[in-house]
């Protein structure tokens, strides 16, 4: 089973760039999140989804967009890159009580 | 705001020990708990799910209980191997309808030295 898959691993952004960090699941689920972790201030939610069509804000959600058109994929879209976006991010997906799953997570360095 | 601490920061100990990870949470309306497992540079593992109605859940040499009145979690790891070294990371969920927005402590981070 594939579970969460994130693209790309590793990405280097120039400051002012855009891009998209892809998120997909094979596992049916309702619910999909990002998050962004950094040392110091652990895991924190940037905006999640509970179902095709419906997205919602977390606790970090500026400079960073989402849709959610498919039930598989949930993208990331950073609008314009900034070096305060420095992190490592993660994808999860779960369906109602069931238990967390992560991908392997984005390394995304702003210069 | 949920916030949530996680006693001891790091732990080191000698193969074999048996040790508890403490986590407490400052919102007791909590709908479940999970405990997750992170090895450096991936991903976050599922480890245990306790819901808000129950007072442990376990898992081979794992053990989680919660205290919801209190606010407090526990992870107890028994007969510790090297292969446990790894952060570990507790998160309460706040409503079943707050799909996967969870809120994480920083971890405690483990090493069990052969």
């Known amino acids: 089973n594939a579970g969460v898959t994130q693209t790309p691993k590793f990405q280097v952004l120039k400051t002012g760039q855009s891009m998209t960090l892809q998120c997909a699941q094979d596992?049916?689920?309702?619910?999909m999140s990002w998050y962004r972790q950094d040392p110091g201030m652990g895991l924190r939610l940037i905006h999640y989804s509970v179902g095709a069509g419906i997205t919602d804000q977390g606790e970090v959600p500026n400079g960073y967009n989402v849709s959610r058109s498919t039930t598989e994929d949930f993208p990331l879209r950073l609008l314009s890159a900034a070096p305060s976006q420095t992190s490592v991010y993660f994808c999860?997906?779960?369906?109602?009580?069931?238990?967390?799953?992560f991908g392997n997570g984005t390394r995304l360095t702003v210069t | 705001k949920q916030e949530v601490t996680q006693i001891p920061a790091a732990l080191s100990v000698p193969e074999g020990e048996n040790l508890v990870l403490n986590c407490s949470f400052t919102d007791s309306a909590i709908y479940n708990l999970q405990w997750f497992r992170q090895d450096p540079g991936k991903g976050l593992t599922s480890l245990l799910l306790i819901q808000s109605s129950q007072r442990e859940q376990t898992s081979g040499r794992l053990n989680a209980s919660l205290d919801k009145s209190s606010g407090r979690s526990t992870l107890y790891i028994a007969a510790s191997q090297p292969g446990d070294s790894a952060t570990y990371l507790c998160?309460?969920?706040?409503?079943?309808?707050?799909?996967?927005?969870?809120?994480f402590g920083e971890g405690t981070q483990l090493t069990v030295n052969p």
């Open positions: 999860a997906s779960s369906y109602r009580q069931s238990p967390l799953h």
């Open positions: 998160a309460p969920k706040r409503r079943e309808t707050s799909g996967s927005r969870l809120t």
């Open positions: 596992m049916n689920h309702e619910y």
